[in-house]
């Protein structure tokens, strides 16, 4: 079975660019996450969704981070405008709503802001 | 959300049974202990999940005290794949609320 799928897996952009990264969950999950990974914050959780309504945004940090699940299959967290200190490596995970289902990671997206 | 605490690192010879504990003083009736295993550059990979007692799979084993206040993962005869970072998260995984990944346990395996 495909894992959760995030595109691209690096992007490198100039500050002030809008950036959007990508997420395809697990095919059936109706949980997804996004978290943002830093050296100095470790893993953040972001935002997450539930049958493709957001439940928890209290994690973005600002209101240049915005998220949106239009469908099942898709999800995107989008940066505008972008600034270096969003530099980080963002994951979305998914996972199913039965008790005791863990998370399942995607690779991650590398994004530097110069 | 119960608050975990873990070693910042550890360090095993291969071959040897490494164990890391995470605290958890204030865990919740309905908290479950679950335990990830990041590489670099990948996300983070489930490995396993208890409430009570012991868990054992094909990966690991998880020992969880009556008080259930603290955990220990236990990796049997650790390999240089094994070098990565443990995570210990403590939640109630039917609501998914915020479950927060600590800063993990960077297990360094020596040859």
């Known amino acids: 079975d495909a894992g959760v799928i995030q595109s691209p897996r690096h992007e490198v952009t100039e500050m002030g660019q809008e950036v959007t990264l990508r997420c395809k969950p697990i095919?059936?999950?109706?949980?997804l996450f996004w978290y943002r990974q830093t050296m100095m914050r470790g893993l953040e959780l972001l935002i997450y969704f539930n049958n493709n309504v957001p439940i928890d945004d209290s994690g973005m940090p600002e209101d240049r981070f915005s998220a949106k699940m239009p469908n099942a299959s898709f999800s995107t967290l989008k940066i505008q405008p972008s600034e270096p200190r969003d530099s980080a490596v963002y994951f979305c995970?998914?996972?199913?709503?039965?008790?005791?289902?863990?998370?399942?990671f995607g690779d991650g997206t590398r994004l530097s802001i110069l | 959300l119960a608050k975990t605490t873990q070693p910042i690192s550890m360090d095993s010879y291969e071959g040897q049974e490494v164990n890391i504990t995470c605290s958890h003083n204030?865990?919740?009736?309905?908290?479950?202990i679950t335990w990830y295993q990041q590489f670099p550059s990948q996300g983070p990979r489930f490995i396993i999940q208890g409430y009570k007692t012991k868990v054992t799979n094909e990966v690991a084993s998880l020992f969880i005290p009556a008080d259930r206040k603290s955990s220990t993962l236990s990796l049997p005869r650790v390999s240089l794949s094994d070098t990565a970072v443990y995570y210990c998260l403590v939640g109630d995984p039917r609501g998914y609320q915020k479950v927060t990944f600590g800063t993990g346990t960077k297990l360094q395996v020596i040859p």
């Open positions: 095919s059936g999950h109706d949980y």
């Open positions: 204030n865990i919740a009736t309905n908290d479950y």
């Open positions: 995970a998914s996972s199913l709503s039965d008790s005791n289902q863990p998370q399942h």
